[in-house]
């Protein structure tokens, strides 16, 4: 069955940066582009970025855009978020969320799998 | 962006009870090419993250329950679960995948009446 799990999640200092990772099994992660989206305490869903089943294409939120950056290793099975210079306003639970079909180029899809969650709070 | 408008915010529903959920986008997103709304629906219990429901406005995710149904077109769309059940009381969100970025509604809390 198809599981991602998130890790890496805590308590930052404005300013500070984090890694977040995503560990797929369950299904070939190297045939699937993969999103992460975010969620404000109490808030609603926010799309933040996606990256390519190659990892040839990226494409991110206009909010995060310069200070985010998504990668993934298919050796691995790991998707990644570097979150550099964090604010007060990217607090939220990140999930990582899997693309519907395979093979995608990036861009636009719904999501039919999404880990638990990891929590990132941003405080001083 | 596409906007995504659901209503109502929230909504009480007794057991057994029809419960309807609109959702409206700024812009079409039915894609003529291939005649497809590019619309999916996911509902979020406290403390879970999304499942998704439907998709391509209309397609019922394998394992969901056939209560749960989606209709409409263009800029235009419904989600419809046809007797409320208690493991339904949840918030639900529309998602256009239309464009890139991808955007949801703000969501739509149902409970029991």
């Known amino acids: 069955q198809v599981q991602l799990v998130e890790s890496g999640g805590g308590v930052v200092q404005p300013g500070r940066s984090l890694r977040l990772s995503c560990a797929a099994s369950?299904?070939?992660?190297?045939?699937?582009?993969m999103h992460w989206v975010r969620q404000a305490p109490g808030k609603g869903l926010e799309w933040v970025a996606v990256?390519?089943?190659?990892?040839?294409?990226?494409y991110y939120a206009d909010s995060v855009k310069g200070r985010f950056t998504i990668s993934r290793d298919n050796s691995k099975n790991t998707l990644y978020l570097q979150i550099n210079s964090l604010r007060g306003e990217d607090t939220a639970v990140y999930y990582c969320?899997?693309?519907?079909?395979?093979?995608?180029?990036?861009?636009?899809?719904?999501?039919?799998?999404w880990g638990q969650g990891t929590l990132v709070t941003v405080s001083s | 962006d596409i906007v995504m408008t659901q209503s109502p915010d929230s909504l009480a529903v007794s057991l057994g009870e029809r419960a309807t959920i609109n959702c409206e986008s700024s812009q079409s997103v039915l894609y003529s090419f291939n005649n497809k709304n590019y619309l999916a629906w996911y509902q979020q219990k406290p403390g879970q993250p999304p499942k998704l429901l439907i998709y391509w406005a209309s397609t019922r995710e394998s394992g969901v329950p056939d209560r749960f149904s989606g209709s409409g077109s263009g800029t235009d769309f419904t989600l419809t679960i046809s007797s409320l059940q208690p493991e339904d009381v949840a918030d639900y969100y529309c998602?256009?995948?239309?464009?890139?970025?991808?955007?949801f509604g703000q969501g739509t809390k149902v409970e029991i009446k």
């Open positions: 990256i390519s089943y190659d990892g040839s294409n990226k």
């Open positions: 969320a899997k693309d519907g079909d395979p093979y995608r180029s990036g861009g636009s899809y719904y999501f039919d799998y």
């Open positions: 369950g299904f070939t992660f190297s045939s699937y582009g």
């Open positions: 998602q256009q995948y239309y464009s890139t970025p991808p955007t």
